[in-house]
């Protein structure tokens, strides 16, 4: 098993950045697919990006895409997320999941694919 610890969030205004960080510990030299995901208040969850094993292999949900940036240092078994241009309707708390994967390029979208969450990380972005 993988744990996972988010960091990075907080409050920001509109059309400012932030970057989330989501440390592994345990059994970190196995292959691990890799998701963010955020809930907002009264929402369902849904998937944010994801990135494969390697890292050569990403997922960004349509709303995402030109503003989010998912990374990952496996040397610092860390991954990240740039977020820039935040909306206030980016307000959510922010996942970090893990998942054993076989296979180099393979990205999980579904938060049902993964095993491993993070305790999440608060994300406020005022008006």
């Known amino acids: 098993q993988v744990q996972l610890v988010e960091s990075g969030g907080g409050l920001v205004q509109a059309g400012g950045s932030l970057r989330l960080s989501c440390a592994a510990s345990?059994?970190?030299?196995?292959?691990?697919?890799m998701g963010w995901f955020r809930q907002a208040p009264g929402k369902e969850r849904e998937v944010v990006a994801a990135?494969?094993?390697?890292?050569?292999?990403?997922y960004y949900a349509d709303s995402m895409k030109g503003r989010f940036t998912i990374s990952r240092d496996n040397a610092k078994n860390t991954v990240y997320l740039q977020m820039n241009s935040l909306k206030p309707e980016d307000t959510a708390i922010y996942y970090c999941?893990?998942?054993?994967?076989?296979?180099?390029?393979?990205?999980?979208?579904?938060?049902?694919?993964?095993?491993?969450w993070g305790q999440g990380t608060q994300v406020t972005v005022s008006s």
């Open positions: 345990g059994r970190t030299s196995s292959n691990y697919a």
């Open positions: 999941a893990a998942r054993l994967s076989l296979y180099i390029s393979t990205v999980y979208v579904s938060g049902d694919q993964y095993v491993n």
């Open positions: 990135i494969s094993w390697s890292g050569g292999d990403t």
